[in-house]
């Protein structure tokens, strides 16, 4: 069984960077495509990030180019998601999802396990 386990949020200012991690257990990330997603009050999950099994893909939310990057760490099974120059309107509960195979996709329903999420809050 997947299990997937966000942390790294917290409240940061305008500007600011945070780092979340996604640690992954009961498989590995080599053959599962991960991706990040966020969630707002009162609005709908949105695709951030994605990155392919393999690695060699990742796909970007226009919203977050130039400001987040997906990267991983295969010794520790765990996905980062690194957060620059933050702006109020990222904040959101923040998830991974995981799916068996070699293609990532932005759209929620490609994944079918989830983590719990991790509050992030921009604010000063």
């Known amino acids: 069984q997947v299990q997937l386990v966000e942390s790294g949020g917290g409240l940061v200012q305008p500007g600011g960077s945070l780092r979340l991690s996604c640690e992954a257990s009961?498989?590995?990330?080599?053959?599962?495509?991960i991706g990040w997603f966020r969630q707002a009050p009162g609005k709908e999950r949105e695709g951030v990030l994605c990155?392919?099994?393999?690695?060699?893909?990742?796909k970007y939310a226009d919203s977050v180019k130039g400001r987040f990057t997906i990267s991983r760490d295969m010794t520790k099974n765990t996905v980062y998601l690194q957060m620059s120059n933050l702006k109020p309107e990222d904040a959101a509960v923040y998830y991974c999802?995981?799916?068996?195979?070699?293609?990532?996709?932005?759209?929620?329903?490609?994944?079918?396990?989830w983590g719990q999420g991790t509050q992030v809050t921009v604010s000063s």
């Open positions: 990155i392919s099994a393999s690695g060699t893909t990742t």
């Open positions: 009961g498989t590995t990330l080599n053959s599962n495509s």
């Open positions: 999802g995981a799916r068996w195979g070699n293609s990532c996709s932005l759209i929620h329903t490609w994944y079918n396990s």
